[in-house]
């Protein structure tokens, strides 16, 4: 007999989830998943979307429901809550290691008021502009370094 | 009078959802790429957050509208979004003059809402305020640089903010739904917004050397249904689909 999935295996199952906008990070790692609980065999996820209109959060419901069921949970419910709003000070450590890895400079942490500035995350360099405000995704400026010339993503911080 | 809290929810809902249609035909259409993203970004965060109000509101109205049924299946007189919202996008100058006077009103209302007795609401506007900070700061950035650019430059967006002024004053003009949710700290009066708006326009222009306009003129009527002739060419682009094979989704 197989024995019913636990909590720990809707943890393991959930970080193979990621997202689909920046695929190299979770969504554990990207701070969106709220909550994991599992009752009488039933697990309910709670998720928050990153910016009001995010577009990937139909997805990542349904990759969680996918993903849940594929590892024996029969009841699988995906609340999405706005409250309290998603900041970029709830991406993981590891997230931000990736995302420098991946090309993209990590989100400033929002509490300090002094702003260090941007880092290329391609040579490291600190000497970086400003391209545009606005991103290929919501979440995203567009940078370029002054030292290497390369452009980067930097995810914004909110 | 209709629930007062459905009427709100589509007050805000419908500023953002017309405000983001015409967002939407700028796309591709923008003096350069980095513009074209930023307009697309710019209405994706209003239709997340229309989205959000109009979920609520089909709740609230209890008769199993979705969201999709109220951005698609209603009429002219049935939206409430201020005029200012649905004016036309004229030239890149009228484009981000009227985004600044929306964003400057919209930025203290989102961040007085994040108070709201009505835990939804509050939670709507927690995440929105995030997202107007960087929209004000987004139309500042062009404001001044326009007003305080190029003669030409200088003076086609002192005309686009001449042409959008007269539509501001509905803004802060609110009436018994308003002044009834306000009582019960769910709404905020809107008369309450106009001094910060007032702070961060008399600020930018400055910094633009453009002039405050004076304009009598004033137009509103879209809280109470009353349009100006754009709402009515616009309504039928967003609603083609739904109106033409209703009930489809892909």
């Not at chain 2, 203290?108 to 007795?117: I, N, Q």
């Not at chain 2, 400055?206 to 004033?218: C, G, I, S, W």
Request: charge should be negative.
């Amino acid at each position: 007999m197989v024995s019913a999935p636990t909590l720990a295996d809707a943890r393991d199952a959930l970080d193979t989830v990621h997202d689909p906008e920046v695929p190299v990070l979770t969504i554990n790692d990207l701070g969106i998943l709220r909550d994991v609980a599992v009752e009488d065999g039933a697990v309910t996820v709670t998720i928050t979307p990153t910016y009001s209109g995010c577009p990937a959060m139909d997805h990542i419901k349904g990759r969680i429901e996918e993903t849940l069921r594929g590892v024996g949970f029969a009841d699988v419910n995906v609340k999405t809550v706005l409250s309290p709003a998603w900041t970029t000070d709830w991406m993981t450590e590891e997230g931000k290691r990736k995302l420098e890895e991946f090309g993209i400079a990590s989100p400033r942490p929002t509490t300090v008021t002094l702003r260090l500035p941007i880092r290329c995350p391609h040579c490291g360099s600190k000497d970086t502009s400003e391209v545009s405000r606005f991103g290929s995704t919501a979440c995203k400026a567009l940078y370029r370094c002054n030292a290497c010339l390369e452009p980067f993503d930097h995810f914004k911080e909110i | 009078m209709s629930d007062p809290l459905l009427t709100y929810l589509l007050r805000l809902g419908d500023d953002s959802l017309i405000l983001a249609q015409r967002l939407g035909e700028l796309v591709s259409h923008q003096p350069d790429l980095e513009e074209d993203i930023a307009v697309a970004n710019l209405a994706l965060d209003l239709i997340g957050q229309a989205r959000a109000l109009y979920a609520y509101a089909g709740e609230v109205e209890g008769r199993g509208r979705t969201e999709d049924d109220l951005a698609f299946l209603r009429d002219e007189r049935e939206f409430f979004n201020a005029v200012l919202c649905e004016q036309p996008n004229g030239d890149f100058g009228q484009t981000m003059a009227r985004q600044l006077l929306f964003d400057a009103y919209r930025l203290p209302l989102m961040d007085a809402l994040t108070a709201s007795a009505d835990e939804t609401i509050s939670g709507v506007a927690g995440k929105a305020v995030k997202e107007c900070r960087y929209h004000l700061q987004h139309s500042i950035t062009w404001v001044v640089r326009l007003g305080d650019g190029t003669e030409e430059s200088h003076r086609r967006m002192q005309a686009g903010l001449d042409a959008m002024w007269r539509f501001t004053d509905e803004l802060f003009t609110g009436d018994e739904v308003e002044a009834t949710l306000a009582a019960s700290g769910i709404a905020v009066d809107p008369s309450s917004l106009r001094d910060p708006w007032e702070a961060t326009i008399k600020e930018v222009l400055a910094r633009a050397t453009l002039e405050r306009p004076v304009d009598p003129r004033q137009r509103g009527g879209g809280r109470q249904g009353m349009h100006s002739e754009h709402l009515g060419h616009i309504l039928p682009e967003m609603q083609f689909l739904q109106r033409a094979y209703p009930g489809q989704s892909w």
